[in-house]
T-cell receptor, first 117, second 115 residues
């Protein structure tokens, strides 16, 4: 069984600063996918970034990067140059395979990020 | 890009009534769709996997007679909450993946309030 742990219920960051949101996972699978989603107060789930277990390089998407440390089973999200619009809930999630079409995602409990002026 | 829609976006109903929520893939076909439930300030929990043309697969603890799922076509899955009670009040989100891709899209969610 897969398990996702997000230990930070809430985080504060000042505008324009970088912030790291922690995510650790547990799985016995060799092939898996790791995701980060943003959920603003409207409720929609916004895909941010994906990392496959066999990817050797950390994924990056604009201001988002995923710090993937396979041996430590961690997949932290780094947001650079925070903006007020980044204030939201952030969920780390996992799929049971790197080819995740057709598979449900297993979500962590989430981290609430507040960006202050 | 691919879009998943849900209707309605919010609904308020009386206890004991049934509510139907639709999940549509707008520009792709999806043989599999997923239904999640999210209580306030909690994470998304998978309720069931909706399979086109066959019965849905429910997660442990989810009552299949209460949460009826119908996946009648490759672009539409419906979740019917039967005899809704206040404890069913929640945010319901569906997701789907275009076939032969590694991308999963979420609908905007439906907020159900049962009075």
């Amino acid at each position: 069984a897969q398990k996702i742990t997000q230990t930070q219920p809430g985080m504060f960051v000042q505008e324009k600063e970088a912030v790291t949101l922690d995510c650790t996972y547990d799985t016995s699978d060799q092939s898996y996918g790791l995701f980060w989603y943003k959920q603003p107060s409207s409720g929609e789930m916004i895909f941010l970034i994906y990392q496959g277990s066999y990817d050797e390089q950390n994924a990056t998407e604009g201001r988002y990067s995923l710090n993937f440390q396979k041996a430590r089973k961690s997949a932290n999200l780094v947001i650079s140059a925070s903006q007020l619009g980044d204030s939201a809930m952030y969920f780390c999630a996992m799929s049971p395979t790197i080819h995740y079409s057709g598979y449900a995602l297993n979500f962590g409990k989430g981290t609430s990020l507040l960006v202050t002026p | 890009g691919a879009v998943v829609s849900q209707h309605p976006s919010w609904v308020i109903c009386k206890s004991g009534t049934s509510v139907k929520i639709e999940c549509r893939s707008l520009d792709f076909q999806a043989t599999t769709m997923f239904w999640y439930r999210q209580f306030p300030k909690q994470s998304l929990m998978l309720m069931a996997t909706s399979n086109e043309g066959s019965k849905a697969t429910y997660e442990q603890g989810v009552e299949k007679d209460k949460f009826l799922i119908n996946h009648a076509s490759l672009t539409l899955s419906t979740l019917t909450v039967t005899s809704a009670h206040p404890e069913d009040s929640s945010f319901y989100i569906c997701s789907a993946s275009p076939e032969s891709t590694d991308t999963q899209y979420f609908g905007p969610g439906t907020r159900l309030t049962v009075l």
